[in-house]
C-alpha cells in the first residue's frame, strides 16, 4: 500500500502563488509517473498535470505557463508550483500517483483564490 499525504493549500488573492506538495510512503517499490488533478464545486474532477520518472511533464491547457510540476523522487515527493493563480483556480486539488500499476490518490487540499 501507498499512502500520499498533501499539504500546502490556502487562501491566496489573485495573482499570488501557493505551492503544494505530495510525500508518497509506505512499501514504495518504484513510482512512474506522479500528478496533480482539481475538482471546483459541482464540477468534474480535471487533470492539471503530470511529471514522468524521467522529468516529463504536461500540462492542462488552462494552467500552462503559471503551474509548474517537479518531482523528488529520492523523496517520492511530488510538488505543484502555482502563480498567478486565477478565481477559477478554486478547487480541492488532489494528487495522484502510479505505483507498480495502480494509481493512489491523496486526500486533497482547499486552494481558494479570493480577494
Known amino acids: 500500500q501507498v499512502q500520499l499525504v498533501e499539504s500546502g493549500g490556502g487562501l491566496v488573492q489573485p495573482g499570488g502563488s501557493l505551492r503544494l506538495s505530495c510525500a508518497a510512503s509506505g512499501n514504495i517499490f518504484s513510482i512512474s509517473t506522479m500528478g496533480w488533478y482539481r475538482q471546483a464545486p459541482g464540477k468534474q474532477r480535471e487533470l492539471v498535470g503530470t511529471i514522468s520518472k524521467s522529468g516529463s511533464t504536461y500540462y492542462a491547457d488552462s494552467v500552462k505557463g503559471r503551474f509548474t510540476i517537479s518531482r523528488d523522487n529520492s523523496k517520492n515527493t511530488v510538488y505543484l508550483q502555482m502563480n498567478n493563480l486565477k478565481p477559477e483556480d478554486t478547487a480541492v486539488y488532489y494528487c495522484?500517483?502510479?505505483?507498480?500499476?495502480?494509481?493512489?490518490w491523496g486526500q486533497g487540499t482547499q486552494v481558494t483564490v479570493s480577494s
Open positions: 495522484n500517483v502510479l505505483h507498480l500499476g495502480r494509481g493512489y
